[in-house]
T-cell receptor, first 114, second 113 residues
């Protein structure tokens, strides 16, 4: 089954404790991205990757890092989480960044930073 | 019932009626548009897409209309069912060819039995 898998689904952590949210897709997609979803602000892109070893900032990259060492995986790293990073996070993938940019989304990771 | 006009955060319809969800997009350079459905506790799910060289596209029970003149997008759902209850987002690809999708605020569709 074609899917984007995120882990964990739920996470509560303390301020400053490094964490990683994993994302994996099995569709051989080149393009992957991370979004955060907040009430009243909708979905906003954090980082994206056009292919292996190619990553770039989205609209709200501050406080986040990503890596793309393999095509299928695109982890989101919070080196020193803060309460304002409490949010619902989605990983997405698509074939490429061109016209056909239908994105497939993971189930989401609800992060709470206390 | 149907609702036309400006974007509404919540739309309530009777089961079996048709629904129309509206979206005003922001970037005149956008040439690709998608409607997503998000059910509670799940990620956005693709419903239908349309390119800027079209003004209408139909799927199963859904139709998307694009009016580039006024930068307006709508999603029509025929014979709305309880399973259609969700938040619906429109998304555009914007300019810059980065692959980023720009999402609207979303409309919550409530289907009354």
């Amino acid at each position: 089954e074609a899917q984007v898998t995120q882990n964990p689904r739920y996470l509560i952590t303390v301020t400053g404790k490094k964490l990683t949210v994993t994302c994996s897709q099995n569709m051989n997609h080149e393009y992957m991205s991370w979004y955060r979803q907040d009430p009243g602000l909708g979905l906003r892109q954090i980082y994206y990757s056009m292919n292996v070893e190619v990553t770039d900032k989205g609209d709200v990259p501050e406080g986040y890092k990503v890596s793309r060492k393999e095509k299928r995986n695109f982890p989101l790293i919070l080196e020193s989480p803060s309460p304002n990073q409490t949010s619902l996070y989605f990983c997405a993938s698509s074939w490429d960044r061109g016209m056909n940019t239908e994105a497939f989304f993971g189930q989401g990771t609800r992060l709470t930073v206390v | 019932g149907e609702s036309v006009g400006l974007h509404l955060p919540t739309l309530s319809v009777q089961e079996g009626d048709n629904s129309i969800i509206n979206c005003a997009y922001s970037n005149s350079a956008s040439d690709y548009f998608i409607w997503y459905k998000q059910e509670s506790g799940k990620g956005p799910q693709f419903i239908i897409d349309i390119r800027s060289n079209m003004d209408k596209r139909q799927g199963q029970r859904v139709t998307v209309l694009l009016n580039k003149t006024v930068k307006h997008l709508s999603l029509q759902i025929a014979a709305t069912q309880p399973g259609d209850s969700a938040v619906y987002f429109c998304a555009e690809n914007g300019s810059g060819n980065t692959g980023k999708l720009i999402f609207g605020q979303g409309t919550t569709l409530q289907v009354k039995p």
